[in-house]
């Protein structure tokens, strides 16, 4: 049976934008990657980790509570979030609204 694969690395804008309390964030992975995909606040300050794992390529979608590490509800504002996978990398905004 063949896997249809992406033929690129994409981190795609998250869903909703503006949101509250959640939102998805979707990626594809165009080789099977070591992936890391973190939130940051303004400052660069990591507040939590989603994936960190080896995947086979393919379409992945990731979804955030707006919790920190120690699962504690963030304030409002803007955070980034980055995927890493392999040597690609890409950066996105997303806007927590209260």
């Known amino acids: 049976e063949a896997r ?4 690129a690395f994409a981190l795609h804008a ?14 594809q992975l165009a080789t099977a990657s070591q992936v890391r995909l973190e939130l ?7 507040v939590r980790t ?4 080896a995947q086979p390529a393919g379409y ?5 509570d707006s919790r920190n590490e120690a699962g504690t509800q ?3 504002g803007v955070y980034f979030y980055r995927l890493q996978a392999g ?3 890409q950066v996105r905004k ?4 209260k």
């Open 60 to 64: 992945y979608q990731v979804a955030w």
């Open 14 to 27: 998250n869903y909703p934008n503006p949101f509250n309390p959640s939102t998805t964030m979707r990626y």
């Open 50 to 53: 989603l994936v960190r794992e």
């Open 87 to 89: 040597d690609f990398t």
């Open 40 to 46: 940051y606040d303004v400052l660069g300050q990591k």
């Open 74 to 76: 963030v304030a409002a």
């Open 4 to 7: 249809w694969a992406p033929q």
């Open 94 to 97: 997303l806007l927590l609204l």
